[in-house]
């Protein structure tokens, strides 16, 4: 069974920086896609960032590229999702998903994810 864990989350000032951690077990990932995903409140969740398990390739939404970075610890089976630069728009509840497809043209919506995490909260003071 699947489980996909996500800590790290916190309260921060704006123009901070949080990491957040996704532990994933109970499955083998080299041919999952991994991604992280935003609910803000009283809007839909949102696409944030995903990477290729296995070729560690990544993609991000445009309101946080070059500030946030995706990556992988195939050793520790964790994803992470370092922020930086943080602003009060970027406050949510963020969820940390795997496909089992793979890497592929539907990274970003978030129908193509077959397991999700609690998520953890994260809120940017202004």
């Known amino acids: 069974q699947v489980q996909l864990v996500e800590s790290g989350g916190g309260l921060v000032q704006a123009g901070g920086s949080l990491r957040l951690s996704c532990a994933a077990s109970?499955?083998?990932?080299?041919?999952?896609?991994m991604g992280w995903f935003r609910q803000s409140l009283g809007k839909e969740r949102e696409f944030v960032a995903a990477i290729s398990w296995s070729r560690g390739s990544t993609v991000y939404a445009d309101s946080v590229k070059d500030r946030f970075t995706i990556s992988r610890d195939k050793v520790k089976n964790t994803v992470y999702l370092q922020m930086n630069s943080l602003k009060p728009e970027d406050t949510a509840v963020y969820y940390c998903a795997a496909e089992s497809g793979g890497w592929g043209p539907g990274v970003e919506a978030e129908e193509e994810y077959d397991y999700w995490g609690q998520g953890t909260q994260v809120t940017v003071l202004s």
């Open positions: 109970g499955r083998t990932f080299s041919s999952y896609a």
